[in-house]
Each structure stands twice: as C-alpha cells, then as structure tokens.
C-alpha cells in the first residue's frame, strides 16, 4: 500500500507550468514565464505546486497563485492583506480581509524588485507562522 505522502505518477508541476506557458503562445505566456522567474529568483527555496488548475509557489505554505484570463496575468497573494506593500503593487482583490492580487495588463510594466520583495515578505510571513 502506497504511503499517503507518496506523490502521484505524472508530470511535476514545474512541467505542468512549462506547458501551461507554452499551451498559451500569446503575451499572457510570455508574461507568465517573466513572473514565474522572478518569483524563483526572489528565494531560492520556493517551490512551484499545481492546484486549482494553475501555477502555484509556495515556502511553508501557499505563498501566490498565478492565473491568466483574457485581458490579464494574476499573481494571487493568499495572505496578502498581511503583507507591506509600499510599492502599491496591489490592486484587485483589495476589499479581501486574507488576499490581495496583482493583475497584469498585457502593456504592464513589472517592477521586479519590488515584486521580489513581496514575494520574500510572503515567504516570511509564511516561515513565521509555522
């Protein structure tokens, strides 16, 4: 009988993500992979994980979720409404008591270090409450 912390057969998420950018084929992809990378660049120790259907990084717990739909890219920030943000990065999902998100229009300019320091931020929230 197979432990229950076994990992399924299939493809890992990280090929999962490889296929879901390149299935894409459009900005959206294209934006996606600059996302995925800075966010892997911004800790070393962050892992990609595949629930709900899409990307997902996490370091001690779900640290974002990246979504794309017509018009835009979302990095959902599970505990983001605990987070600093003194870039202004947010701005959907701001009414939410837990979450916050960043949505990516196709002209969007990505500040990478500040996006680098949320991320770390949510690593470090998630490290501090376990």
């Known amino acids: ?19 879901r950018i390149a299935t894409l084929g459009d900005w959206r992809g294209a934006l996606l992979g600059r996302l995925r990378a ?23 717990g779900l640290i974002c979720t990246g979504e794309t739909y017509q018009r835009h890219v979302k990095l959902t920030f599970a505990h983001g409404a605990s987070l600093p943000d003194p870039s202004g990065l947010f701005n959907s999902s701001l009414d939410g008591r837990v979450r916050r998100a960043i949505d990516f229009a196709q002209d969007a300019v990505v500040d990478g270090p500040a996006l680098q320091a949320l991320i770390r931020a949510a690593a470090d929230y998630n490290a501090g409450k376990a």
Do not use: N
Not at 1 to 19: F, V
């Open 38 to 60: 800075l966010i892997l660049e911004a800790r070393p120790d962050i892992e990609e994980d595949w629930k709900w259907s899409g990307p997902c990084w996490t370091h001690a």
């Open 1 to 19: 009988m197979p432990s229950r912390s076994a990992k399924p057969a299939g493809p890992s998420p990280s090929t999962l993500i490889d296929e």
